[in-house]
Nanobody, 120 residues
Framework: QVQLVESGGGSVQAGGSLRLSCAASGLVYSSYSMAWFRQAPGKEREGVACIDRTDRTVYADSVKGRFTISRDNAMNTLFLQMNSLKPEDTAMYYC??????????????WGKGTLVTITS
């Protein structure tokens, strides 16, 4: 059974940093591309960043220069380093895994999310 378990969320002041982690199990992690999504209250889910099997990355314009996605295949773990956080970054953050295709499209597996709250 595939599991993706996010952690690292919390409440921080604007300008602060958080590091999210996503521990994967039940799949050949190195064979999957990975992505972070977020969903703010009352808004649709949006893609934040993705990283493919060759460590090529893509970022949403709203987080470029502030967020960094990375992966550790030895630990089967995905990370999202978030710096210079803004109140508009407040959302539930989800990790997802996909075998092929474009970034943010056709996710095969999802985690249950970790809540990030940024206070002004």
């Amino acid at each position: 059974q595939v599991q993706l378990v996010e952690s690292g969320g919390g409440s921080v002041q604007a300008g602060g940093s958080l590091r999210l982690s996503c521990a994967a199990s039940g799949l050949v992690y190195s064979s999957y591309s990975m992505a972070w999504f977020r969903q703010a209250p009352g808004k649709e889910r949006e893609g934040v960043a993705c990283i493919d099997r060759t460590d090529r990355t893509v970022y949403a314009d709203s987080v470029k220069g502030r967020f960094t996605i990375s992966r550790d295949n030895a630990m089967n773990t995905l990370f999202l380093q978030m710096n210079s956080l803004k109140p508009e970054d407040t959302a539930m953050y989800y990790c997802a895994a996909y075998r092929s295709g474009a970034c943010y499209v056709g996710m095969n597996y999802w985690g249950k999310g970790t809540l990030v709250t940024i206070t002004s």
